[in-house]
């Protein structure tokens, strides 16, 4: 340990200390979310399971609610349900990523925790920051414990990387296959195409550079944040790129984040992209991770936020000095060549009181603070569903829609949709100020904050050739020893 490393620790103690107090009066806090304890969040970083244990990490500004110099903070949990907060645990406090610790992930091998991330450097100067005036280095920390977090080591630097290439290379996902482990970083080329780098090493240490993977035409400036893995016997790549234009219903966010299935080799430049996909179709999903647990289940966990939204809308809880969260673990599957999400079994283990409602007239009911609704349609050619007051489900057959609009609360969020031929069920995770919504079994997933007033517990429910029922279960909180 070196003494910034103890005394940026120190630092960060002491505003988690005096800010908790103000944080835990917002009402608007999450009960079955991982939030930073003060502060602001971005993405996941490192999931994975360790000595029985998973290990989620993301990316952890705890000196301002509008980001700032980024460290790792650290949950632990062994069910999704209760857990473990560690605080944060790596520091930006090398010469190496003295201007964050930004994002990266782990790959658990011989017992140890061996964590990849960028060290994000920003020189003073009259730089662009896009072509010169910034490192980002590739990091290596090994982790024995995964609870000591200060065995650094510089593996790459910009020198490394392809010489076309922009300073920006970043968020390195590493898996082991074959005996060889493998890197993806996301990255922008000089001429301000978003790809991705495939690295290849047989000690962990020395990498390099085996394939670069990019779309046929260019799909937008920079590809943050990749993850490549394989699901039901398909190799997908997940990517957030940056620099796509609305496409009508799509791509309406500042950034996007989704996935291309992978057809044929990628190691060669024998394979080819599918169309690009979105995974979430709401106002605040960003820089999704992935791991793989000791069940063989494929989770995701995704960034409940995103970033340079501030023109667009914003969070009122940074009145009480925090931002963001990360969305609840979602297990991925595909059905018909399509990438499905479902919320991890465990969290229903969170469920309560019970409401059971048959859909045959027009329902005015009051839910819970905190809920888990499940709705089944057996006749469903409109829909119109409200949540609290302020968002709005609605769905027409004919015209193939289902939308989320605000009627309050919202902050600035407008509406979202996607086209679907047929509803026949959703399920709702209404948190405080969260809804994260799963359409036709998670084919299609909106994920949103919004910003109800606290005795504002109804939701509604009206449609033509409507036939269905609801059940409601108010949902306990999460369990967070600190
Ligand atoms: C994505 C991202 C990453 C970067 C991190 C910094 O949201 O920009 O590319 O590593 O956030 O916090």
Redesign the pocket.
Known sequence: MNALNRDIKKLVNCIEKNEKERVNKDYWRLKFHLMPPVGWL??PNGLCEFNGEYHIFY?Y?PFDAN?GI?FWGHYTSKDFINYKNNGAEVFADQPFDCH?A???STIVHNGKMNIF??G?VKHLGEYDYISSGRGHNTVLLVSEDGKTFTNKKLIMTNDDYPKNMTCHV??PKVWMENNKFYMVQ?ARDKDDIGQVLLFESDDMINWNVINIIKSESKFGY?W??PDLFNVDGKNMLLI?PQGIDAEDIKYNNI?QSGYYIIDGDYKTNNYKLRDFEELDRGFDF??PQTFEDSKGRRILIG?MG??DIEDLYSNPTTDYGWQHALTIPRELKIKNNKLIQNPVEEINMLRKDKKYIEINSNINEDAYDTFDMIVNLEKCDKLESTIKNCVNLSYDREKQLFTLSFTQGGYGRTNRSVSLDKLNNFRVLCDTSSLEIFINNGEEVFTTRFYPTKDNVGIRFSGENLKGSICIYEMEAYKIEN
């Open positions: 971005n993405d990316q500004s980001g980024k964050g930004y994002s990266g991330y960028t994000n970043r968020d996301g920079m943050e944040c957030s950034y960003y820089a960034w995103l970033p």
